[in-house]
């Protein structure tokens, strides 16, 4: 019972909030929108038993994707709009394209219908322990049978970022970095100079 | 899974990626050419010593259950070894001739090294792989390191182009690869190549033969074979030259091997399904490798096409499906390495007087008689490439053919050679501007000693001196491959 009430509120939730993220009109209300409806879908993912699906979206998608997103649309001085100016003119367009996915969706589940493709059977190495949580699983999994991999992957990743700087990174004139070294080894004497102008002839520097 | 044997069997990946993270961080403070230099031969040490460590499990042909490591993640077989021995030999060498040049075109830094060992480690996880997720993260570890590699010289606009679209066709292709991979699994149940194999013995599912011909695909870029091989010549010219020396012989060995593994060790059992496409590949190699060369004016572009052409002729060897094919094949890919390795170093060794780099074919007019040594180092490639008879070259087309004739693919193999009659002209027209044209007089600027080293090994290695290895180079093929085969 609370869980069909549970259900019913965040799928409702998540559609309205995608509806609105496509409705409304200000760019950065959208965004805000469609983190509404990733929470929701977290929601639903929770129902299902999947929390480790449900703590991806919320950290990925929610944390990183769609920060990300907010942050393009505040920052990029996007004209709106001028995007929406041609609405009307490309309506049939978009009208057709919707078609097209909806005729897709529903060949789809006619296909379904008729049977569905035959997958190959899991060879049960990725199943989950009856008595675990998966998140727990998946962690069993990722640093235990395949710890090598990932290793391998923190490998791969080190080697995309000492990329990036290689390929990137430059020496610029007239930057002052700071050493610390050079600093601490400076005396007040080599730092100031005591001296006696005569009168009337200024300081020469 | 006991921890302590499957570190055992991967000390030297092991080996390669603490000295790349200890080399990384020594370039993150050795900022002058000469630290770089230090890395670079420290580099070269940690290559040797690597391959040390995996050639006795070559000689002892260790394989199967014996060879796997990380719960079956890993396998350091024979066959894997002998790819290994190749790819450090040949990283090795591009790691030589490297400072020589960057130090003419705006510094060497220490980062270019350590790139080439984490290439090296990528590669190793690729021929070792026993699973589609070892491919995979192996193939992108190489990959990634490849791009920077190509766009290395930052201030040549031709680098930077050159990394860019190798970047954006390599990630297509890594696209294509895993778009198989996924239908694979889907359709298989399994990632790993002996659950595959189990499940395809009994019969191939129309998705997984989508699986099995999108991996080809991305493979086939890999290894640039016909029709994904366009951006191999443009790379190949852009990327500064001992860059594109080490994308011609390491990655080739490396993807090679890799399609070797997948064909047999994951769809074995369905060969039906995959001689065709390796088939038509070849052959289109070899004639597209041969045609496209013709009307080349540069050196590089032309060992390029060269390379199309030399992938053609070993795929013929992995049609044949059978052990003495894959046999002939890594016979030939080790008279491949020290071939175009012996190529890319006589480019490297042509300077005019202030020490720029030759490219064009018409400089090289007359190189007989400005340099003789070059000229013959050059030309004896030429000779091997082309197959003349007596040069190590002509066996290594030899063993691939016998094999194509022993499985029943004689058109195959007749067609094959014919495409090696057609690749022989232009071959044979570098030796003719080189010994026969009017000299052109600009090669005349000096090279070092490692170069001409590297050189001379390289062409004794390929001239028929190297008959003399025959009989224990086709002995420790046949080890590998078998190895291979002794687990479907």
């Given at each position: 019972m609370i869980t069909a009430l549970a259900f019913y509120l965040f799928a409702g939730l998540t559609i309205l909030a995608g509806a609105l993220t496509i409705l409304a009109r200000n760019p950065v209300h959208s965004v805000l929108w469609l983190i509404m409806a990733f929470f929701n879908a977290a929601g639903l993912m929770v129902l299902l038993g999947a929390e480790f699906i449900a703590m991806l979206l919320v950290i990925v998608?929610?944390?990183?994707?769609?920060?990300?997103?907010?942050?393009?649309v505040m920052m990029l001085n996007i004209d709106f709009a001028e995007l929406r100016a041609g609405f009307v003119r490309n309506f049939p367009l978009g009208i057709a394209v919707a078609l097209v996915l909806l005729a897709e969706i529903v060949i789809g589940l006619g296909a379904v219908g008729q049977g569905g493709i035959v997958l190959g059977t899991a060879d049960g190495s990725a199943a989950v322990p009856a008595d675990m949580s998966n998140i727990k699983a998946i962690g069993m999994l990722l640093y235990g049978k395949y710890l090598f991999l990932f290793e391998a992957a923190g490998i791969l990743l080190l080697v995309a970022l000492v990329g990036a700087v290689v390929l990137t990174h430059r020496k610029r004139a007239g930057v002052r970095p700071q050493s610390v070294p050079r600093q601490n080894a400076r005396r007040p004497q080599d730092a100031t100079v005591n001296v006696k102008p005569e009168v009337g002839k200024g300081v020469s520097l | 899974m006991d921890w302590m044997q499957s570190l055992r069997l991967a000390a030297p990946e092991e080996l390669l990626s603490i000295s790349g993270l200890v080399l990384l961080l020594a370039s993150a403070w050795g900022q002058t050419a000469k630290d770089a230099r230090a890395v670079n031969w420290l580099a070269v040490l940690v290559l040797a010593g690597a391959a040390a460590m995996v050639a006795p499990t070559l000689c002892q042909g260790i394989g199967g259950e014996a060879a796997l490591a990380f719960g079956g993640l890993f396998s350091a077989d024979a066959f894997a070894a002998f790819a290994k021995l190749l790819i450090f030999a040949a990283?090795?060498?591009?790691?030589l001739v490297a400072p020589a040049f960057f130090e003419r075109h705006g510094g060497y830094r220490a980062e270019f090294p350590v790139l080439v060992l984490f290439a090296v480690l990528g590669m190793c996880l690729m021929?070792?792989?026993?699973?589609?997720?070892t491919l995979y993260v192996g193939l992108e570890l190489n990959s990634l390191a490849a791009y920077v590699l190509a766009a290395f010289l930052k201030a040549d606009e031709r680098s930077a182009e050159a990394g860019l679209k190798y970047f954006v066709l390599g990630a297509l292709a890594s696209g294509i690869l895993l778009f198989g991979m996924s239908l694979t699994y889907g359709f298989t149940g399994t990632v790993s190549y002996a659950g595959i194999a189990a499940v395809t013995n009994a019969g191939l599912s129309k998705g997984a033969l989508f699986g099995l011909t999108f991996m080809l695909a991305g493979l086939a870029f890999k290894i640039s074979a016909v029709p994904f091989h366009m951006w191999t010549p443009d790379v190949y010219e852009g990327a500064p030259t001992p860059v594109t020396t080490f994308f011609a012989s390491a990655p080739k060995?490396?993807?090679?091997a890799l399609t070797i593994r997948v064909t047999i060790e994951a769809f074995g059992g369905q060969t039906a399904a995959w001689q065709q496409i390796v088939g038509f590949a070849a052959l289109a190699s070899i004639?597209?490798?041969?045609l496209g060369a013709i009307g080349q004016k540069n050196i590089k572009r032309l060992l390029a096409y060269s390379s199309i052409n030399n992938v053609g002729f070993m795929l013929v060897g992995l049609a044949a499906a059978s052990s003495e094919g894959v046999a002939a094949m890594l016979v030939y890919l080790a008279i491949y390495v020290p071939m175009t390795i012996g190529g890319?170093?006589?480019?490297l060794m042509l300077r005019d007087e202030s020490g720029h780099q030759l490219e064009a074919i018409s400089d090289l007019a007359g190189l007989s008689s400005t340099r003789p040594l070059i000229a013959l180092g050059l030309g004896s490639v030429m000779f091997s490439m082309a197959g003349i008879p007596f040069f190590f070259g002509f066996w290594g087309k030899f063993v691939v053919f016998q094999a194509a004739v022993a499985a029943g693919l004689l058109p195959l193999a007749l067609i094959a050679?014919?495409?090696s009659v057609i690749g022989a002209f232009y071959y044979l027209k570098i030796v003719k501007v080189m010994y026969f044209d009017e000299p052109a007089g600009k090669a005349t600027g000096h090279s070092d000693m490692v170069h001409d080293w590297l050189l001379a090994v390289s062409a004794l290695f390929i001239s028929p001196l190297g008959w003399l290895l025959t009989k224990g180079l086709g002995a420790l093929a046949a080890i590998a491959?078998?190895?291979?085969?002794?687990?479907?």
């Open positions: 998608y929610v944390g990183a994707v769609a920060v990300l997103f907010l942050f393009v | 990283a090795g060498a591009s790691l021929v070792s792989s026993t699973n589609l997720l060995v490396a993807a090679l004639v597209v490798g041969a890319f170093v006589a480019v050679a014919l495409g491959a078998g190895v291979l085969f002794a687990a479907t």
